[in-house]
């Protein structure tokens, strides 16, 4: 297709396993063929940790995790939070976020199949009160009806992770525009010897 989806909506298993199998920061994930998932799991667990340190959970928080995949980062947030609740428009990710909640034993974190452009802002105006929200969104950055919804809710802390640092520099402004303040950066290497990194503010 004439768009920036590297992979079709079908695949065709040839051998093997169903889907992969990855560790992460004490947690066994299966990520389906049409899931995303980060290329280096070393730098993974880095990039994850960061984000969560960066939450400050205590153990009482509401997160929302818009961009789920297949759970990876609200799941790793899910011990450390009081409910999770993951937002991803990708179907199968979200049965394998659901699986992989199930594989592990976490019953604080649910997952919705939607876009989160228009499920986020829906919640939001029903009354949710997320005390962190976490943003990782694909390359082209956070759609503005985001962003309204994230500055209506008024987290006491918003969590950005990017892959592409122009667009979420553009998203954080939007996000500082709204009241926010930037209070801290921390790049990860995550392509080595590319010049590209995952980004967490």
Sequence with gaps: ARNNVILCNNSRKLFGEDAVYEQLLGLTFEIPPLSFFQVNPVQTERLYQTAIDFAGLTGNELV???YAGAG???LCMAKDAKRVIGIEIVEPAVDSARRNAERNGITNAEFHAA?????LPKLVADGL?????????????????????VLKAAPRKVVYVSCHVPTQARDLQMLA????QF???????MFCYAGGVENVV
Excluded: F, N, S
């Design 64 to 66: 929302v995790d818009a």
């Design 72 to 74: 990876t980062i609200a």
């Design 177 to 180: 525009a709204g009241g926010y």
């Design 183 to 189: 209070e801290k950066c921390q790049p990860v290497d």
């Design 129 to 149: 009160r997320p005390d962190i929200i976490m943003l990782d969104p694909p390359r082209k950055g956070v759609e503005p009806q985001v962003i309204e919804a």
């Design 115 to 119: 876009a989160v452009e228009d499920l």
